[in-house]
């Protein structure tokens, strides 16, 4: 059955194949121009859509100190040997959680400058409708006339889903506003989802923090990544207004290795494996301890971290190597000869000092420093450039600083026993700090997956 009012959707009968172009439909008619109207018939085109479809800087320079070579043979990490083209949308939970890391992000909050509940509804009703056919490969919307505005940009037509994923995730400001129940969603804010502490050393931007809503768009090309986060923020113009974006990137190191971030460190080695439903169950989902909306999602914590690139790069490795408390080349915990081997901090030197230092990020980090705590990072390395610095101390340096850095983005079934747990330590004492500036910081309770016919966030709005 296709409903009258909703162009055929070309991807009918069945998914496109993985190298299939996107298609602007050639036939249906007209969507109505005005933004708002087309957001308020989210309802008729998620019913249609669903029957359609089938288918920072230093001054001291330290010698340099040449790079180990490698030891040990790395223990391969858990991911994918042939990642799909595409990734399903549809599932108990979004995608872009437990999806092995695409090589691009496009990680944006949204203030909603919607005046009713029912304005939010058809935003999340089309932005579901977009997700699903962004991650077939197909235009976010079908096309209008040639007359008409066009709905999709259409500057990723001939290229593949690339795997594709869109993650979408609630901020406080969508439950209640300077105090004000905005949307009637006041008394269903979930107790996990607090008001971030203040951290010693952060000098978050407020502009570049918080938000409504927050989309994670990832994909294995950057620009279908920034067309999808482009074409949902097109669809909220007069309900959800953007209000910070950054993008990251991943180097291809091949599969089943783990990637390396800016400070030239494999990054991901300590992840909870997630092919374990076990593990995930206990760290990632929310279980019946959350609100039945909740069940099934997750919370993730979003960071823009600047680090001091040019001040890192003259440290010698084995001071790096202190700093993270494993091997640059091998990411093998100091002391061990593997990747996957489990560090141990009760090692000693023979002057008696911890092998693994009591500072050094891996330790403070590690679960069984944090009464059990654990989290699934899933960060990308971020390079917006450079700015310029001029120094008020001698000698006076003037020139240009990188602003890159790490995106840091962690999933967790309770951001109060998971980031704010192992972090309250960490922003204290870890010796990365002195390289890391934390400048921006967001919050937000994705929910569980849609099924066909539903929309992202629909047992929140609807309750059964
Ligand atoms: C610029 C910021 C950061 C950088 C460059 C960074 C880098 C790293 C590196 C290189 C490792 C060792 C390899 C690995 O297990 O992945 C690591 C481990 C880890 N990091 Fe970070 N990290 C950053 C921020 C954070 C933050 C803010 C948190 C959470 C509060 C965090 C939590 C962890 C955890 C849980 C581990 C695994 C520890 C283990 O089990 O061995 N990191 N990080």
Request: proline share 5%.
């Given at each position: 059955m296709s409903d009258p009012a909703v162009p055929t959707d070309p991807g009918a009968g069945g998914p496109p194949?993985?190298?299939?172009?996107?298609?602007?439909?050639?036939a249906g008619p007209p969507v109505d121009a005005g933004?708002?109207?087309?957001?308020?018939?989210?309802?008729?085109?998620?019913?249609?859509?669903?029957a359609a479809r089938r288918g920072p800087t230093g001054l001291v320079s330290p010698p340099a100190t040449p790079l180990p070579p490698a030891t040990g043979t790395v223990q391969p990490m858990a991911a994918p040997t042939t990642p799909p083209a595409t990734e399903p949308f549809y599932g108990v939970h979004q995608s872009g959680i437990t999806t092995s890391a695409q090589k691009h992000t496009c990680f944006a909050a949204?203030?909603?400058?919607?005046?009713?509940?029912?304005?939010?509804?058809?935003?999340?009703?089309?932005?579901?409708?977009?997700?699903?056919?962004l991650s077939r490969g197909l235009p976010a919307t079908v096309a209008a006339d040639a007359q008409g505005p066009a709905i999709d940009s259409g500057d990723v037509l001939e290229l593949a889903a690339s795997r594709l994923t869109v993650t979408v995730g609630f901020g406080a400001g969508l439950f209640s506003q300077a105090g004000t129940d905005r949307f009637g969603l006041a008394a269903q804010r979930p107790a996990a989802l607090v008001d971030m502490p203040a951290f010693p050393g952060d000098q978050l931007v407020a502009e570049w923090s918080g938000g409504d809503i927050s989309v994670q768009v990832c994909a294995d090309d950057a620009q279908?990544?920034?067309?999808?986060?482009?074409q949902l923020a097109h669809l909220g113009e007069g309900t959800a207004q953007l209000r910070w974006l950054q993008n990251g990137f991943l180097a291809d190191f091949g599969p089943n290795a783990t990637v390396r971030n800016l400070m030239g460190f494999k990054d991901g080695t300590g992840n909870p494996a997630v092919a374990d439903p076990t593990l995930m169950d206990a760290h990632v989902w929310v279980g019946?301890?959350?609100?039945?909306?909740?069940?099934?999602?997750?919370?993730?914590?979003?960071?823009?971290?600047?680090?001091?690139?040019?001040?890192?790069?003259?440290?010698?490795?084995?001071?790096?190597?202190?700093?993270?408390?494993?091997?640059?080349?091998?990411?093998?915990?100091?002391?061990?000869?593997l990747e996957g081997d489990n560090p141990d901090f009760d090692a000693v030197d023979a002057d008696g000092n911890p092998v693994i230092p009591e500072n050094a990020h891996m330790r403070l980090a590690h679960h069984?420093?944090?009464?059990?705590?654990?989290?699934?990072?899933?960060?990308?390395?971020?390079?917006?450039?450079?700015?310029?610095?001029?120094?008020?101390?001698?000698?006076?340096?003037?020139g240009l600083e990188y602003d890159a850095g790490l995106l840091f983005v962690c999933y967790q079934k309770d951001p109060r026993s998971g980031f704010i747990k192992i972090f309250t330590q960490m922003a204290k004492f870890d010796m990365m700090n002195q390289f890391v500036t934390n400048l921006s910081s967001g919050l937000f309770a994705c929910p569980r997956g849609a099924k066909p016919g539903e929309y992202l966030g629909q047992h929140l709005f609807e309750p059964a």
């Open positions: 194949s993985p190298t299939a172009p996107r298609t602007t439909a050639a933004r708002r109207s087309f957001l308020l018939s989210g309802a008729a085109l998620l019913a249609g859509a669903v949204f203030d909603l400058v919607a005046t009713s509940r029912a304005e939010v509804i058809a935003l999340l009703k089309a932005w579901t409708i977009a997700a699903e056919r279908v990544a920034f067309h999808g986060l482009r019946a301890e959350g609100p039945a909306w909740m069940q099934g999602g997750t919370y993730v914590v979003a960071r823009r971290s600047r680090i001091a690139l040019e001040h890192w790069d003259r440290m010698p490795v084995a001071f790096q190597e202190q700093t993270f408390g494993r091997q640059k080349r091998s990411g093998a915990p100091l002391g061990k000869k069984l420093n944090n009464d059990g705590a654990r989290i699934l990072r899933r960060s990308y390395n971020y390079q917006n450039g450079a700015n310029l610095v001029a120094e008020r101390w001698p000698p006076w340096h003037q």
